[in-house]
């Protein structure tokens, strides 16, 4: 683990520095605000160790390594001991806010994967549009079999799948792939009946 990356986790420990880090000290308030600790002096500190662990848990699955203990926002690990032990609203505080903790970065997560979904679905017809294009236009023979052949096959997989989907193109679009079908099966039917 690296000096910078154990620097980039004590920010939201001190005060939220982005929007995640915000996001999360906001789950995170209330659940803090149930510490009834023994030690009040220590609270604050109680608190910061607290986030520190969460957001190590949900970082890198872990928090108990040496490093961990020796930074300014945790307390010494004698002092967790201590706290673990002694103070009967630590533990349960703790116990609470790493399952938040766990839902937040789930949610976090569906969420970053749904916007990227939609970010690709928005894209798919202009990938299409390229496909056809490259099958259409490009130089190479081998390039327009390529484009050709992918677009076959997820024509093929959508029509696995029992998807239904709306191809559109314009008339020149079409007027072109009938024109190359035709000249492609021209030169099919010369090749194998010259053979005959």
């Not at 986790?9 to 005060?15: H, K, N």
């Amino acid at each position: 683990m690296s000096e910078a990356s154990d620097s980039s986790r004590q920010s939201v420990t001190s005060s939220p520095q982005n929007s995640i880090e915000k996001s999360l000290y906001a789950v995170l308030r209330p659940i803090l605000d149930q510490l009834q600790t023994t030690y009040p002096q220590t609270r604050r500190l109680q608190e910061k160790t607290i986030i520190a662990i969460v957001w190590n848990i949900i970082l890198t699955g872990g928090f108990d390594r040496p490093a961990f203990w020796q930074r300014p926002d945790t307390c010494a690990e004698s002092t967790y001991k201590k706290w673990r032990k002694d103070d009967p609203s630590f533990v349960p505080v703790l116990e609470t806010a790493v399952d938040a903790g766990w839902k937040w970065s789930t949610r976090e997560a569906t969420t970053a994967v749904q916007e990227a979904l939609a970010i690709i679905k928005l894209a798919a017809p202009e990938a299409a549009q390229t496909m056809v294009n490259l099958m259409l236009n490009a130089e190479a023979e081998q390039q327009r079999r390529l484009a050709a052949d992918s677009i076959l096959n997820r024509v093929e997989e959508t029509a696995e799948k029992g998807a239904k989907t709306a191809v559109t193109l314009t008339l020149e679009q079409a007027q072109a792939l009938r024109q190359q079908a035709q000249a492609e099966l021209g030169e099919w039917e010369q090749d194998h009946l010259d053979d005959t």
